[in-house]
């Protein structure tokens, strides 16, 4: 009844009572189905609002209600929908920061912190100031972006040496350096950068903001009110490249070689010390990036909690995109609706359920990829093969 | 600053991260990595608090606690050891799932007052000079059952056949199970456990050392901490319980340092400006990270750590490494 080994017949319940069926669970040897990996996710999503439901329905809440409630507040209207995108936006760079990072077997579960640390070295352009404070846009937000993503780069860079270095665990220090970096940010804020005594940097100049649709709405009347920022298109341009570096270069090679078999990879002379080094620093430039896009383009300033845990939940973004950075995109609008969604319901923890559902839920369908499972008429039972029953 | 104080409140809050650490080492030398420490802690504290609150029996709310993260845990083993999914990333959706679900669960828990577990002295140990007052005095009890509980599990895990049995699933599955152990009868048995002490370590949280539910700010991350302390001690209950001994005295030390006005004859920053205090409560992360080089690097010296088939299914049948 421990379930799985190969090619064997599942008979456990057949023997209590004679069903006209048995489940047969073999192990694939074809190819997975092109379709089914995505399927798969889908099913997953699905299998998980419904569980979410069965415990909304526990707590006394209507989960039809809570659902629909969700829908309208999320693709209800375009101002709803430009709202879901720009949650959307820092999903999909943190998506792709652990994709990237995953691909390689390496578990960064830092993005948090180096979102944050993005955030921080990005406020250093308009703070210290780095760049005169009448700088044009055109100066400010490319050095901002550059500064986030060494800021990231850099809060990725610590671990990746350690791990490299020492074998040090990446996924304990990663995420130990969350902690110590939400505590960085919050000594500027509440200390040194504090705007009059509030726990938030003063607002930035405009010419720091990232530039959103309502800004065009005197042009362009459909706009008004849309807050959606170009922020979404570092996140496209991302996916784009992360795509690229992964499937095309050599360098992508190389993390899918060491990712699969680091034996290998060692064989073939590729530096695994090195890789980890340079791939947790480009995961982490992302992630950083990430949090530039968010104090530019939509608080505009440093400040407490700017990300409701979006380093997280680019964990469970790349995992159901199955690491692929068009499924990232995808799966980012679904996860920023959702982040919408919780915003305006409680208990608050909801959409982290949800999260964990869905996490949990396609985990464990990525069985479904390496076995098949049918249902075979029951035939009289033929003896097994010799040493296949232990 | 009173070391007295320290010791004392340190050992209560190492209690903690003691029996966390010691269910995620039981689990890990079965060759399951359970990443979802944090998640069962914080759904522990929250049953709990919850039950104790419903029954005004503390008691009961250490079982409820004990259950819940334990249910918890078996969500992992059965993705992990029948899936054979990923243990690194199921572990990690545990800790969601359990923050998300004591989230849900325990949405209005905040502000209530709870039944607590009952500080006593232990008669007779509590009159040793020095010691006394720090080990054995005004204690809960799930501190005394720290100080038995970590001995007893080294023994039962190096001495005792049962705990043969478990090392060899963690070493060599194989072999194992050619000699007969069940290999995923006993890799469900030690997660269960593991995630019950976790249970047990979160209820010890809402329930003793800081009573009440503060939704996440409840383990504020000392289920990793945890984890980290088992790569630290190297898989040894004993190491563990020291470790996370001198972790609770140092959280508490740092508290402590914000207090007084003057250090040494020195002015305490700390005192004219508690903004630096941020730099303080970084410490404890600081420092994991530091027990992880040490424990590491004495790892790769001696080549001995982790049990070998740490993170890997097993499959019958196939083709042992």
Same mark, same amino acid.
């Given at each position: 009844?421990?379930?799985?080994?190969?090619?064997?017949?599942?008979?456990?319940?057949?023997?209590?009572?004679?069903?006209?069926?048995?489940?047969?669970?073999?192990?694939?040897?074809?190819?997975?189905?092109?379709?089914?990996?995505?399927?798969?996710?889908?099913?997953?999503?699905?299998?998980?609002?419904?569980?979410?439901?069965?415990?909304?329905?526990?707590?006394?809440?209507?989960?039809?209600?809570?659902?629909?409630?969700?829908?309208?507040?999320?693709?209800?209207?375009?101002?709803?929908?430009?709202?879901?995108?720009?949650?959307?936006?820092?999903?999909?760079?943190?998506?792709?920061?652990?994709?990237?990072?995953?691909?390689?077997?390496?578990?960064?579960?830092?993005?948090?912190?180096?979102?944050?640390?993005?955030?921080?070295?990005?406020?250093?352009?308009?703070?210290?100031?780095?760049?005169?404070?009448?700088?044009?846009?055109?100066?400010?937000?490319?050095?901002?972006?550059?500064?986030?993503?060494?800021?990231?780069?850099?809060?990725?860079?610590?671990?990746?040496?350690?791990?490299?270095?020492?074998?040090?665990?990446?996924?304990?220090?990663?995420?130990?350096?969350?902690?110590?970096?939400?505590?960085?940010?919050?000594?500027?804020?509440?200390?040194?950068?504090?705007?009059?005594?509030?726990?938030?940097?003063?607002?930035?100049?405009?010419?720091?903001?990232?530039?959103?649709?309502?800004?065009?709405?005197?042009?362009?009347?459909?706009?008004?009110?849309?807050?959606?920022?170009?922020?979404?298109?570092?996140?496209?341009?991302?996916?784009?490249?992360?795509?690229?570096?992964?499937?095309?270069?050599?360098?992508?090679?190389?993390?899918?070689?060491?990712?699969?078999?680091?034996?290998?990879?060692?064989?073939?002379?590729?530096?695994?010390?090195?890789?980890?080094?340079?791939?947790?620093?480009?995961?982490?430039?992302?992630?950083?990036?990430?949090?530039?896009?968010?104090?530019?383009?939509?608080?505009?300033?440093?400040?407490?909690?700017?990300?409701?845990?979006?380093?997280?939940?680019?964990?469970?973004?790349?995992?159901?995109?199955?690491?692929?950075?068009?499924?990232?995109?995808?799966?980012?609008?679904?996860?920023?609706?959702?982040?919408?969604?919780?915003?305006?319901?409680?208990?608050?923890?909801?959409?982290?359920?949800?999260?964990?559902?869905?996490?949990?839920?396609?985990?464990?369908?990525?069985?479904?990829?390496?076995?098949?499972?049918?249902?075979?008429?029951?035939?009289?039972?033929?003896?097994?093969?010799?040493?296949?029953?232990? | 600053?009173?070391?007295?104080?320290?010791?004392?409140?340190?050992?209560?809050?190492?209690?903690?991260?003691?029996?966390?650490?010691?269910?995620?080492?039981?689990?890990?030398?079965?060759?399951?990595?359970?990443?979802?420490?944090?998640?069962?802690?914080?759904?522990?504290?929250?049953?709990?608090?919850?039950?104790? %609150?419903?029954? @005004?029996?503390?008691?009961? !709310?250490?079982?409820? +606690?004990? =259950? &819940?993260?334990?249910?918890? #845990? $078996?969500?992992?083993?059965?993705?992990?050891?029948?899936?054979?999914?990923?243990?690194?990333?199921?572990?990690?959706?545990?800790?969601?799932?359990?923050?998300?679900?004591?989230?849900?669960?325990?949405?209005?828990?905040?502000?209530?007052?709870?039944?607590?577990?009952?500080?006593?002295?232990?008669?007779?140990?509590?009159?040793?000079?020095?010691?006394?007052?720090?080990?054995?005095?005004?204690?809960?009890?799930?501190?005394?059952?720290?100080?038995?509980?970590?001995?007893?599990?080294?023994?039962?895990?190096?001495?005792?056949?049962?705990?043969?049995?478990?090392?060899?699933?963690?070493?060599?599955?194989?072999?194992?199970?050619?000699?007969?152990?069940?290999?995923?009868? %006993?890799?469900? @048995?030690?997660?269960?456990? !593991?995630?019950?002490? +976790?249970? =047990? &370590?979160?209820?010890?949280? #809402? $329930?003793?050392?800081?009573?009440?539910?503060?939704?996440?700010?409840?383990?504020?991350?000392?289920?990793?901490?945890?984890?980290?302390?088992?790569?630290?001690?190297?898989?040894?209950?004993?190491?563990?319980?020291?470790?996370?001994?001198?972790?609770?005295?140092?959280?508490?030390?740092?508290?402590?340092?914000?207090?007084?006005?003057?250090?040494?004859?020195?002015?305490?920053?700390?005192?004219?400006?508690?903004?630096?205090?941020?730099?303080?409560?970084?410490?404890?992360?600081?420092?994991?990270?530091?027990?992880?080089?040490?424990?590491?690097?004495?790892?790769?010296?001696?080549?001995?750590?982790?049990?070998?088939?740490?993170?890997?299914?097993?499959?019958?049948?196939?083709?042992?490494?």
């Amino acid at each position: 009844m421990w379930l799985l080994p190969p090619a064997r017949v599942v008979s456990a319940a057949k023997a209590m009572i004679n069903l006209p069926f048995t489940l047969l669970v073999e192990k694939r040897t074809e190819e997975v189905p092109r379709w089914l990996p995505a399927a798969t996710s889908v099913g997953s999503v699905v299998l998980a609002f419904v569980v979410s439901g069965i415990v909304l329905a526990a707590i006394g809440a209507n989960p039809l209600q809570v659902y629909g409630f969700f829908a309208r507040a999320t693709f209800g209207s375009w101002a709803a929908f430009s709202d879901t995108l720009v949650k959307a936006t820092p999903l999909i760079l943190v998506g792709l920061a652990c994709s990237v990072a995953f691909k390689m077997k390496l578990w960064n579960i830092g993005a948090e912190g180096q979102f944050y640390i993005g955030a921080f070295f990005a406020s250093l352009v308009v703070l210290v100031p780095l760049l005169p404070t009448d700088s044009s846009p055109w100066l400010m937000i490319p050095a901002m972006m550059a500064m986030g993503m060494l800021g990231g780069a850099l809060w990725g860079f610590l671990p990746g040496l350690l791990k490299a270095r020492f074998q040090v665990n990446e996924i304990i220090t990663t995420l130990m350096l969350n902690y110590v970096a939400v505590l960085w940010n919050n000594f500027w804020i509440f200390d040194r950068w504090s705007d009059a005594g509030f726990q938030m940097t003063p607002t930035f100049g405009r010419n720091s903001w990232l530039p959103r649709l309502s800004d065009y709405a005197r042009e362009y009347p459909l706009f008004s009110g849309l807050t959606l920022h170009l922020g979404v298109f570092f996140g496209l341009f991302a996916a784009a490249a992360v795509w690229w570096i992964l499937q095309r270069s050599r360098w992508g090679y190389e993390i899918r070689l060491i990712g699969d078999n680091p034996q290998a990879a060692r064989y073939a002379g590729v530096s695994i010390a090195r890789n980890v080094i340079w791939v947790m620093m480009l995961s982490g430039a992302l992630a950083g990036l990430a949090g530039m896009a968010e104090i530019s383009g939509v608080v505009h300033r440093l400040q407490e909690r700017i990300s409701p845990g979006y380093g997280f939940t680019g964990i469970i973004v790349a995992w159901l995109a199955k690491l692929h950075p068009l499924g990232v995109i995808l799966v980012s609008i679904l996860f920023g609706a959702l982040i919408v969604a919780s915003r305006e319901v409680q208990p608050s923890g909801i959409a982290q359920m949800i999260q964990g559902f869905v996490l949990f839920a396609v985990i464990s369908s990525d069985v479904l990829l390496r076995y098949k499972i049918r249902l075979v008429r029951a035939a009289p039972q033929p003896a097994g093969p010799p040493g296949e029953f232990a | 600053m009173n070391l007295e104080v320290i010791l004392h409140a340190g050992l209560a809050t190492g209690t903690i991260l003691l029996f966390a650490s010691i269910g995620e080492i039981l689990a890990e030398r079965s060759g399951v990595l359970n990443l979802g420490v944090e998640g069962m802690m914080l759904l522990g504290a929250m049953a709990g608090f919850s039950v104790s %609150l419903a029954t @005004g029996n503390p008691w009961l !709310g250490i079982v409820a +606690a004990m =259950l &819940a993260a334990g249910l918890l #845990s $078996l969500a992992h083993a059965v993705v992990t050891v029948s899936f054979q999914a990923d243990q690194v990333v199921s572990g990690l959706s545990l800790t969601f799932l359990g923050t998300g679900l004591a989230l849900v669960l325990g949405n209005g828990l905040t502000g209530q007052n709870a039944a607590l577990l009952p500080n006593f002295d232990l008669a007779g140990l509590s009159a040793l000079p020095l010691v006394g007052p720090v080990f054995f005095m005004n204690h809960s009890p799930i501190v005394y059952l720290g100080y038995l509980f970590a001995p007893l599990v080294w023994f039962y895990i190096e001495k005792t056949r049962p705990g043969m049995h478990l090392r060899a699933v963690g070493e060599k599955p194989v072999a194992a199970d050619t000699m007969g152990v069940n290999v995923y009868a %006993l890799r469900y @048995g030690y997660v269960f456990v !593991g995630g019950c002490l +976790a249970g =047990l &370590a979160g209820a010890t949280i #809402s $329930l003793s050392v800081s009573p009440g539910w503060y939704s996440a700010q409840t383990t504020s991350g000392q289920g990793w901490i945890a984890i980290g302390l088992v790569i630290f001690a190297q898989w040894n209950p004993l190491r563990a319980a020291l470790g996370a001994f001198l972790f609770g005295a140092l959280r508490r030390a740092l508290l402590d340092l914000q207090g007084p006005s003057t250090l040494l004859g020195f002015t305490n920053p700390l005192f004219i400006n508690s903004n630096f205090g941020f730099f303080l409560q970084m410490v404890p992360y600081l420092l994991t990270i530091l027990a992880l080089v040490i424990g590491s690097r004495a790892a790769m010296r001696k080549r001995l750590g982790a049990p070998a088939a740490l993170g890997e299914p097993y499959i019958r049948g196939e083709r042992g490494l």
